[in-house]
């Protein structure tokens, strides 16, 4: 099994740390979709990483998939919940993380091609307010527990931190730690998980 990706990229981030979670072999294949030479549309037709290639040949995208995939495969604990109502709860928490990478990606990336980047735009505006519900949103989940659901680390938990992290290195201008303090004590915890540890080594 062979994981395509860049490992900038926060979804191919999410992956790694469910992959480590769930203590699952697969082979790191560096392959950034902005070069010529990529082979990701071969196996994802949306072009996008990460996208997983199985041994037989089948391809695997999005991130939600591939989380999903490696969850039932691997041992350790269950990063996505049997019972309905946990297990829903869960996929709102990888939304609200996934959604707060999204409105990140497009102030801090997209902008610099449709040259939306005055900070007093409405559109920018609109983005930042969609970061910082969602970072309040998450502040109330996780005020009194160590994890955004159940007390119990879950994809919610993978989610929510690579959306911390991911503005620590796209928008850290944002300063969250200060903003939100519950998300600060939240994500001193959560960093320390070999997971994230391995999957966000130090950048030099
Ligand atoms: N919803 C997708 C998002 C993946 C995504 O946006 N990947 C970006 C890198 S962070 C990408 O491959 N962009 C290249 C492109 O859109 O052409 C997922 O969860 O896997």
Redesign the pocket.
Known sequence: MKLF??P?????R??LVAQYEKNIACEFILD???DPQTR?PQY?P??????VLLDDGQSL??????VEYFDGLGSGARLIPDSFVERIKVRQGEALG?GI??AT?ALTHDSRYTKDTDPHSTWYQKQLLKINRGLAELESLVKKNSFCYYNQFSLADICAGMALAYLDRAYPVLNWRHQYPGLHTYSNLLFLRPSFIKAYPKET
């Open positions: 990706g860049s900038g990229s926060p979804y191919v999410k992956v950034r979709p902005s990701v994802n949306l072009g996008k990483v990460p996208v995208y999005d991130s939600s998939v591939i996934d990478v999204d990606v």
